[in-house]
């Protein structure tokens, strides 16, 4: 079946203008998260749906970012004013949770969206 | 944040040898990922070792993890050109969430 989808592959910006970046999990994942890998570092978490509610939103790094899922599908990242220290890789990841408190479910990732803020 | 150190950062060897990686985490953990990155994008989930294992065969890949120690490590035996690629740890938190290392890069030459 079809993987973990990111839309655009690439995206160049200016400073200050507004990004939306679209992820699409697979099929029946109700969790779905998002991660910011800089150069050189390993992804760092941003925020996690579970179903349509944000569960975990305490890696976003300040109010210019922004993601919705609306009817528990697809998501979108929003970056306002964008800086160029927000220049990365945006991953998008789901998994369909088992419940167990031991947190075994395996996250399928995207392919990932290489943001440039010029 | 990332959740601690892995070493090294770079790997270098030839085809055939084993590459060993290491993981060193901050908390308490339930388990312990290990994924795989080709240039830069999508990262693969390659194994995951629980917290009451102490070693997990996967293939070629072989995880040990020492609670005690608070460190694991990814061993890839007869490596192939192929396994060129960064690999990383990673842990769980109790919200779902992954923490993970700062990555090796592995090369494999042919």
């Known amino acids: 079946g079809a993987g973990v989808s990111q839309t655009p592959s690439n995206k160049v910006t200016e400073k200050g203008k507004y990004v939306e970046l679209r992820c699409d999990p697979i099929?029946?994942?109700?969790?779905l998260y998002w991660y910011r890998q800089s150069l050189g570092q390993g992804p760092e978490f941003l925020i996690y749906?579970?179903?349509?509610?944000?569960?975990?939103d305490s890696g976003l790094p300040n109010d210019r970012f922004f993601a919705v899922r609306p009817e528990g599908s697809v998501s979108t990242l929003k970056i306002q004013r964008t800086e160029r220290g927000d220049s990365a890789v945006y991953l998008c990841?789901?998994?369909?949770?088992?419940?167990?408190?031991?947190?075994?479910?395996?996250?399928?990732f995207g392919p990932g969206t290489r943001l440039t803020v010029l | 944040s990332q959740q601690g150190e892995e070493d090294p950062q770079a790997l270098s060897i030839q085809e055939g040898e084993n590459a060993t990686m290491n993981c060193s985490y901050k908390?308490?953990?339930?388990?312990l990922q290990w994924y795989r990155q080709n240039s830069g994008r999508g990262l693969v989930h390659l194994i995951l070792?629980?917290?009451?294992?102490r070693e997990k065969h996967s293939g070629r890949l072989r995880v040990t993890l020492d609670t005690s120690k608070k460190s694991s490590s990814l061993l890839i035996t007869a490596s192939r050109a192929a396994d060129t690629a960064s690999y990383f740890c990673?842990?769980?938190?109790?919200?779902?969430?992954?923490?993970f290392g700062q990555g090796t890069t592995l090369q494999v030459k042919p």
């Open positions: 099929s029946g994942h109700t969790a």
């Open positions: 908390t308490s953990i339930n388990n």
């Open positions: 990841a789901s998994s369909s949770p088992t419940g167990s408190p031991l947190r075994t479910d395996t996250q399928y």
């Open positions: 990673a842990t769980p938190s109790n919200t779902g969430k992954l923490i």
């Open positions: 070792i629980r917290s009451n294992e």
């Open positions: 749906f579970q179903g349509t509610g944000a569960a975990d």
